[in-house]
């Protein structure tokens, strides 16, 4: 029996109390956002989806290398921030929930719970049931990068 592939599976994670991690199997269907009581999604995949009591950011990403993720990252933290501090329930999607969705939960992680890219990566894998976490390398420089800009003093 072959094992169904990720992308196909409608999975959801809490990462943390109000924040969601999924697939696109599972963002794409708002039945299921709803029983979730998923208030707003970030859909970080290539194909928009129109909600009608689910408000939506629609990043339109593909997994590549040379993709740039990194000029939403001030964008979907504050946006994840937002709905973390108005207690709503915010998912954040694409495919599979291994590279794109993932970056997105990380850099938040890194900025608003000082955790570096390792331990995020890592909380993740344990909230996700031991699923894999595996930004492309593409991903991971950015990451790095967005890192390297949370650690350097601020100017008055």
């Not at 999604?41 to 993720?69: M, P």
């Not at 000029?71 to 921030?81: G, M, V």
Request: net charge neutral; glycine share 4%.
């Amino acid at each position: 029996m072959a094992c169904e592939p990720l992308w196909n599976q409608s999975l959801c994670f809490e990462i943390l109390e109000h924040l969601y991690l999924g697939t696109s199997a599972f963002g794409y269907n708002e039945e299921t956002l709803l029983e979730k009581k998923i208030a707003f999604a970030i859909n970080c995949t290539s194909v928009e989806q129109k909600y009608s009591k689910v408000g939506t950011l629609f990043l339109n990403l593909t997994d590549e290398v040379n993709t740039n993720i990194a000029k939403y990252f001030e964008l979907t933290n504050s946006t994840i921030d937002q709905c973390i501090k108005d207690h709503k329930n915010i998912l954040i999607f694409c495919n599979s929930a291994v590279s794109r969705s993932p970056s997105f939960v990380i850099a938040y992680l890194m900025a608003h719970k000082n955790l570096k890219l390792k331990e995020a990566i890592d909380f993740i894998v344990e909230k996700k049931n031991g699923r894999d976490v595996d930004p492309n390398e593409g991903f991971r420089k950015q990451l790095k990068e967005f890192a390297e800009t949370l650690t350097k003093p601020k100017n008055c």
